[in-house]
């Protein structure tokens, strides 16, 4: 997309930039993120349709009394257990893609470069264990950080029961302590969410290791965690929009059903659900990873001269500059 220029962007623009990128390019990034999670969808309906408790009358039968899930045999335990292995793995596995697959088609595009879905997609092998390390990673660090900021809580509230000598005191004090401490825990939790957003695009994109790749981020969003949390929001939101747009009707029907006790109807009920999902991931889930992408490369136009760096060394031939200086993407 050689239109698009290098220069540092408003927040405006740049989600603006990100919703153009989404709008030219829609197959294509419906594509890289929907293919991987097909499998997880048809996984998902072999479980409701196989697995699914096989003493249902059909759909819109009404079963009278209770329930009819009982207690499974050891056997099928043994086949849940191997089944949700093989669904986390397939899990994990179309994430990674998804994420991948979408940084590098904007980085191509942002060069100038035409994307497939399946050159995109390629570009990931070799790349899945160190962007899963930094998944992994990132989830212990914002962990980490929520359980440290809790610590003062479960300290605080033993003692402001203690000082309140029981009564209505301490249960004043302990509710103020608790709302202080969780908002302390929600804000740290967020804040390191910001500062670690662009790890993955600059582990991709820079080949870094799943450290340095969180090191850059931090070092990237220094002064930035404001715009980087509203990247996260709205983009966040604009994606659990559209999923429960298309999912909640679905699972609305399935409490009916429930409730009515026309178990039958619930095996269609949640396929429909799983794929209402899945349709609401591979439309809007792009936006979220689109946006970081584009949130990256603008830190890195403003932090680092990426903009003047690429009329240096032109897209073509994008070789290292001299000095030892990184190259465009690194």
Known sequence: MSNLDLRPLSLGELLDRCFTLYRRHFFLFVGIVGLP???????????????????????????????PFGTPSAGAIVTLIL???????????????????TVFAVSELYLGRAATIRGSLRKMRGKMLRLLLLVILNVLIIGGCAFAAAIPLFILIPISAALGGGGTGAAVLAGISFLLFITLVIAVTVYMACRLLVAVPAALLEDAGPVTALQRSFALTKKNAGRAFLVMVISGAITAAVVSVLAIPPY?????????????AMRLWLALVQAGVYLGEALAGPILIIATSVFYFDLRVRKEALDLQMMIAPVESPAPLTGGAPSLLS
């Open 252 to 264: 609305i029907g399935m409490f009916v059903s429930l409730m009515s006790k026309h178990y039958g």
């Open 37 to 67: 999670y097909l499998v997880m969808l048809a996984i998902q309906l072999v479980q409701i349709f196989v697995f699914f408790p096989t003493n249902l009358f059909d759909p819109g039968s009404t079963l009278p009394g209770p329930s």
């Open 83 to 101: 089944f949700y292995v093989v669904m986390f793995i397939a899990a994990i596995i179309a994430y990674l893609l998804a994420q991948g697959g």
